[in-house]
Nanobody
Framework: QVQLVESGGGLVQAGGSLRLSCAASGRTASHYAMGWFRQAPGKEREFVARISWSGDNTYYADSVKGRFTISRDNAKNTVYLQMNRLKPEDTAIYYC???????????????????WGQGTQVTVSS
């Protein structure tokens, strides 16, 4: 089992930046592909980004491509989400989770992720 803790959320004006962190604990944590999802009020959870355990394969939602960057530091068992040029529509609770499929199968589906963190709130004002 893996435990995940998100941090780095906050209030930022449109056009600003934030870096989210997801700290993982557990003996095999660094071997897992990881993803970021977000959920805005009144909406379903949606995919944001996913990274392989080695860090050399990534996926991004079209809505964040070119603005967000997912990365990881396996020595620290931490996954990051660098968010630039933030927009009000990025406002949501952001969650990290462990992807339980090979070859990125179901990378954009929350049903194929396990061990969700508690989430961190990101609010972007206009």
């Amino acid at each position: 089992q893996v435990q995940l803790v998100e941090s780095g959320g906050g209030l930022v004006q449109a056009g600003g930046s934030l870096r989210l962190s997801c700290a993982a604990s557990g003996r095999t944590a660094s071997h897992y592909a990881m993803g970021w999802f977000r959920q805005a009020p009144g909406k379903e959870r949606e995919f944001v980004a996913r990274i392989s355990w080695s860090g050399d394969n990534t996926y991004y939602a079209d809505s964040v491509k070119g603005r967000f960057t997912i990365s990881r530091d396996n020595a620290k068992n931490t996954v990051y989400l660098q968010m630039n040029r933030l927009k009000p529509e990025d406002t949501a609770i952001y969650y990290c989770a462990v992807h339980n499929q090979d070859y990125g199968l179901g990378y954009d589906s929350p049903t194929f992720y396990d061990y969700w963190g508690q989430g961190t709130q990101v609010t972007v004002s206009s």
